[in-house]
Nanobody, 126 residues
Framework: QVQLGESGGGLVQAGGSLRLSCAAS????????MGWFRQAPGKEREFVAA????????AYLDSVKGRFTISRDNAKNTVYLQMNSLKPEDTAVYYC???????????????????WGQGTQVTVSS
């Protein structure tokens, strides 16, 4: 079982930066692919970024490429999402997610993840 807890959300002006953290409990973190998703009001939850358990493979939503960076520290059981040049359309609740067990490829969809955090609100004002 893995428990996830996000932090680092808040209110920021357009063009600003935030760093989200997701702390994981459990001994399987170092072999779990991790993902970040977000859900804006009235919209479905969408994929933002993912990182393989080893950090060797990374994927991003096209609209955040070049602005967001996902990383992980397996010694601290933590995954990060550095968000720069934030835009009002980035406003959403951000969730981290963990996949159970080793996977043949990095997951980009919700059903490929087994554990979810409670989410952290990111609000970008114009």
């Amino acid at each position: 079982q893995v428990q996830l807890g996000e932090s680092g959300g808040g209110l920021v002006q357009a063009g600003g930066s935030l760093r989200l953290s997701c702390a994981a409990s459990g001994r399987t973190f170092s072999t779990s692919d991790m993902g970040w998703f977000r859900q804006a009001p009235g919209k479905e939850r969408e994929f933002v970024a993912a990182i393989e358990w080893s950090g060797g493979s990374i994927a991003y939503l096209d609209s955040v490429k070049g602005r967001f960076t996902i990383s992980r520290d397996n010694a601290k059981n933590t995954v990060y999402l550095q968000m720069n040049s934030l835009k009002p359309e980035d406003t959403a609740v951000y969730y981290c997610a963990a996949a159970r067990g080793l996977r043949p490829r990095l997951g980009l969809r919700e059903f490929e993840y087994d554990y979810w955090g409670q989410g952290t609100q990111v609000t970008v004002s114009s």
